[in-house]
């Protein structure tokens, strides 16, 4: 019933900004955490950031300082703001977030395309 859609993912180029929204919608009681995820192709997934239900945000070190991630729980939902951005920030970038409802779980957006080129 629970449905977690991602977006905002663009062609940038280097130096510049992007700000990726994520959406839950459903039958929802609460959210606890929330992050980003992204991969790369021929790469694992990896955590970019991730933000508790009280607000403490954890990143990637290599995005520290460019990335900020913020959630409104009114909206149930997360957002990514990448400054700074680098070639290597290129990815599919996927919002995760713990949802209570019905069926408690980990809860995937479908996944939205950053590339950053010149």
């Known amino acids: 019933q629970v449905q977690v859609v991602d977006s905002g993912g663009d062609l940038v180029r280097p130096g510049g900004s992007l700000r990726l929204s994520c959406v839950a919608s459903?039958?929802?009681?609460?959210?606890?955490?929330m992050g980003w995820f992204r991969q790369a192709p021929g790469k694992q997934r990896e955590l970019v950031a991730v933000?508790?239900?009280?607000?403490?945000?954890t990143y990637l070190e290599s995005v520290k300082g460019r990335f900020t991630i913020t959630r409104d729980d009114a909206k149930n939902s997360t957002y990514l703001q990448m400054n700074s951005l680098k070639p290597e920030d290129t990815a599919v970038y996927y919002c995760?977030?713990?949802?209570?409802?019905?069926?408690?779980?980990?809860?995937w957006g479908q996944g939205t395309q950053v590339t950053v080129s010149s």
């Open positions: 933000i508790t239900d009280s607000g403490f945000a």
């Open positions: 995760n977030a713990y949802i209570r409802t019905t069926v408690t779980n980990w809860y």
């Open positions: 459903g039958s929802i009681f609460s959210i606890g955490t």
